[in-house]
């Protein structure tokens, strides 16, 4: 048997779980990894992620559906996808993205009740044969770390350009 290490997910096992929409929890109270709120778009980072600054980029209303926006709602979740990934790329230097959408269980959404777009930076051997063998991921970086080097570019954020 092999060993990865990981202590500081410890925080979380030993942490109390919250119940309900991770997103709408964010939304009602102060939340360590919420990294903006809008008008009608939120930025959280994912607990779980892929790879360090993988951001989860929802609208503020608890829906599931694209057909559920409205075109403020659209316009303005779209254009914080962009600013998100525009944030990344200054602070990260990613060398490209994968930017989606998981509709339903079958699709992988972890969260169906409520929509939201995964923005993942990515780099060129960034998680090497890991993942797709071992089942694990490498996670260079504390959550927490990232977080107060994103934070300072979330603050100012204007949702209107």
């Not at 290490?5 to 009602?28: L, M």
């Not at 939340?31 to 959280?44: A, I, N, P, Q, S």
């Not at 090497?128 to 100012?156: C, S, W």
């Amino acid at each position: 048997m092999k060993t990865l290490w990981a202590p500081w997910r410890i925080e979380y096992v030993t942490s109390d779980k919250k119940e309900g929409c991770i997103f709408c929890n964010a939304i009602s109270e102060h939340d360590d990894l919420t990294l903006y709120k809008g008008e009608t778009t939120m930025v959280v980072m994912n607990k779980f992620p892929y790879i360090n600054g993988h951001l989860l980029v929802a609208p503020i209303r608890h829906i599931s559906s694209l057909s559920q926006l409205d075109k403020e709602e659209m316009g303005e979740l779209l254009f914080i996808v962009e600013q998100s990934i525009k944030i990344l790329k200054q602070v990260m230097k990613p060398e490209g993205f994968n930017v989606g959408i998981n509709l339903g269980k079958v699709a992988g959404a972890g969260v169906e009740e409520h929509l939201h777009f995964h923005v993942v930076p990515r780099w060129i051997g960034d998680t090497n044969a890991f993942t797709v063998f071992a089942e694990v991921r490498v996670i260079p970086e504390h959550l927490k770390a990232t977080f107060d080097k994103l934070k300072p570019y979330f603050i100012n954020l204007n949702a209107t350009g």
